[in-house]
């Protein structure tokens, strides 16, 4: 691998329109691969990722989709690699994989498929796409168990394997898909046909980037393209180190803790991480942090690497370009046998919710290395995971799996933003029509949770509700989140935000608290579950807020006006809402 801290500057303008034209290609890609699926996850959430890597396994563009899914394109890539060298691999063939031990992969629900492109007999590139299937096996629907122990109770594990072939016909060029290993991973699913259709577009797509790719080397020639790669992975390195050269030296330490490690029985576990700088070096070791979770709740090496990458470019450069170039400058630490480290055979499958706690651990610790005016409250930090499943009223089974937002911590100058997407994840909502027309449940409330947001001088983001009930008897429902017993802390003066709540038969006399990590609880018909996400923190002192921004919150309706009394004063709300009638 190049030295591309010596490597000689190119032209920053160039790097940046080469860039963006790598990055269209990914981004076509994504676009498709939305269009074609047939799952609501992938079709309408949008959870899935695609990239472009160069035949050397390093990565030169992800679209602007899952940052935590760049772990499953950079194991999966690094993994096909050993499985099969280049020099072995033949035109029209595509490898398929996703276990977190085989595969470097991060859950088992993501499967990734991996496209040699060939030019001039050779391998040059590699067009790579994961999508979060709804089910991949395991002994409850949706293959996200929240009682599971070990991998082998998470389903179906797939290590590499070639799903086409190429080489075949009468010239040797054609490609054939296995169908007997599509078959084999589709009917251990629970959704058989979705998991053909989904994985025949995810091949399709990855044809479609090869095709995208080699317009670009047809335009520029291949050893334009190459010296372009190199030179921007190099750009990028520089630039990086730029940005933490000019933090000051120093150690900085950053913690978040969780509610348990996934199963009862447990107590609130610590993520812990010391950032350190010297000159142009970066190092984030989390020494400290709690042991290998007994739930699945861990977090393979991969996936602990891509919320670090995230994190350093959302910190310190924002429109970086994704690339090796971001990777190859910043050093992580992990103690092995902990929760961000896990030996095998560790569950994994709701790794995301502690990715998102170990970002805000990296946050907190960067607080401390800038200016107040650049410091952020926290955020939710969390996963919310809502997966119903069943049987259709016409008799085929179904799996509804969703994500969803929370309050994103105040900065200062800014509210947060109210029922978003935070740190690793940044799927889309289902649709409340789309939920309903795919499956047999009923949407009764999606809305904002008043009070919900950390009071400060800029209030934190709300976090939401939803609630849905099931039509037909029999469905199992397994929920699991974060912020149940711990908020997001506020800063600067700033009030945590809002915890998160889950209800059965919310409203009803039947109504009960269930457990933060529910799986498999069965509903009848009409029984409902309520889903309530953590709010943001707020930033500064509750007193120094704007009378008219308190004012439109109280009129919103985001905040009550007994929370406001409580958290801003009697006096000063008002005075909020008598300036708000006089104006």
């Not at 251990?188 to 998991?195: A, G, L, V």
């Not at 439109?552 to 300036?579: F, P």
């Amino acid at each position: 691998m190049p030295d591309t801290h010596q490597a000689p500057a190119a032209d920053p303008v160039a790097m940046e329109v080469f860039a963006n034209r790598l990055l269209s290609i990914t981004e076509e890609m994504g676009h498709i691969l939305i269009r074609a699926s047939f799952s609501t996850n992938i079709k309408e959430r949008k959870d899935c990722s695609v990239g472009m890597f160069d035949v050397r396994g390093r990565c030169i563009a992800q679209a602007a989709h899952m940052p935590l899914h760049l772990g499953s394109l950079l194991g999966a890539v690094r993994s096909v690699l050993e499985h099969t060298p280049a020099s072995a691999m033949k035109d029209g063939d595509a490898f398929v994989c996703n276990d977190v031990f085989l595969a470097r992969g991060t859950h088992q629900p993501d499967i990734t498929i991996v496209t040699p492109i060939f030019r001039d007999g050779r391998v040059v590139f590699f067009a790579v796409n994961t999508g979060h299937h709804s089910d991949v096996g395991g002994p409850y629907p949706g293959s996200m168990s929240q009682s599971a122990r070990s991998i082998f109770e998470e389903g179906l594990r797939i290590p590499v394997m070639r799903i086409a072939r190429g080489g075949v016909g009468p010239e040797g060029r054609g490609s054939e898909v296995d169908e007997d290993l599509l078959r084999l991973i589709a009917h251990n699913s629970r959704e058989p046909i979705e998991r053909t259709l989904d994985l025949r577009a995810q091949i399709a797509v990855n044809r479609r980037g090869a095709d995208l790719m080699l317009r670009l080397v047809d335009a520029d020639g291949i050893d334009k393209v190459e010296r372009a790669v190199d030179d921007l992975i190099a750009y990028t390195a520089r630039r990086l180190r730029a940005r933490i050269a000019a933090m000051p030296d120093g150690e900085w330490h950053g913690e978040r803790w969780m509610d348990s490690d996934g199963l009862p029985g447990g107590g609130r576990i610590r993520l812990a991480v010391r950032v350190a700088v010297k000159g142009d070096d970066l190092l984030l070791d989390f020494e400290g942090s709690a042991p290998q979770a007994r739930g699945a709740m861990n977090v393979a090496g991969v996936a602990l690497e891509a919320t670090c990458y995230y994190a350093v470019k959302a910190l310190l450069d924002p429109d970086l370009p994704a690339n090796s170039g971001l990777f190859e400058s910043i050093r992580l630490s992990a103690p092995e046998g902990s929760i961000l480290n896990p030996r095998f055979p560790a569950a994994t499958a709701v790794r995301a919710i502690t990715c998102n706690r170990a970002a805000g651990a990296i946050f907190d610790a960067m607080n401390r290395a800038v200016p107040p005016e650049r410091r952020m409250a926290a955020s939710h930090d969390s996963v919310p995971l809502l997966l119903v499943a069943g049987e259709r009223r016409n008799g085929g089974p179904y799996v509804y799996l969703e994500t969803l937002a929370g309050g994103i911590g105040a900065t200062c100058g800014a509210d947060g933003a109210d029922a978003a997407q935070v740190h690793t994840v940044n799927s889309s909502n289902l649709p409340a029509e789309a939920l309903e027309i795919e499956y047999p449940l009923l949407v009764d409330e999606y809305a904002l949770v008043p009070d919900s947001g950390g009071a400060g001088r800029w209030r934190g983001g709300l976090g939401l509700a939803r609630q849905v009930s099931s039509r037909v008897d029999g469905s199992l429902l397994t929920a699991r989140g974060e912020g149940y017993l711990t908020d997001a802390p506020g800063c600067e003066g700033g009030l945590p935000g809002g915890l998160a709540r889950l209800r059965h038969n919310p409203g009803t006399p039947g109504e009960k608290p269930l457990p933060t990590a529910t799986t498999a609880l069965p509903l009848a018909a009409g029984e409902a579950v309520r889903i309530q996400t953590p709010g943001g923190g707020g930033f500064g002192a509750p007193s120094q807020r704007d009378p008219h921004a308190l004012a439109a919150d109280i009129l919103d309706g985001k905040v009550s006006r007994d929370a406001a009394e409580r958290d801003y004063g009697v006096a000063h709300v008002q005075q909020a809402l008598a300036n708000w009638e006089d104006r």
